[in-house]
Nanobody, 118 residues
């Protein structure tokens, strides 16, 4: 079992930056994939950025060049720059024991709200 806890969300003006953090606990050694997903009101949850062990990070097209994902041991980070109002969403940290890009990772955090004002 893996537990995930996010932090770092908040309110920021368009063009600003935020850094999200996620700390994993439990069966950390089993994690092969970690990533960030987001869900805006009325929308489906979508992948934002994912790191699969042994591979380069993967990004959604809408955030590529603005967001940077990184992982240090049990911690996952998302540096978000040049934020836009359309980035407003609840951001979730996720983990999986498989080396796979999937919309349904096995473990999820509770989410952290990011709001970008215009």
């Amino acid at each position: 079992q893996v537990q995930l806890m996010e932090s770092g969300g908040g309110l920021v003006q368009a063009g600003g930056s935020l850094r999200l953090s996620c700390t994993a606990s439990g069966s950390i050694a089993s994690i092969n994939t970690m990533g960030w997903y987001r869900q805006a009101p009325g929308n489906q949850r979508e992948m934002v950025a994912v790191i699969i062990n042994g591979s380069s990070p993967l990004y959604a097209g809408s955030v590529r060049g603005r967001f940077t994902v990184s992982r240090v041991d049990a911690n996952l980070y998302l540096q978000m720059n040049s934020l836009k109002p359309e980035d407003t969403a609840i951001y979730y940290c996720a983990a999986d024991d498989r080396r796979v890009l999937t919309p349904t990772p096995r473990s999820w955090g509770q989410g952290t709200q990011v709001t970008v004002s215009s």
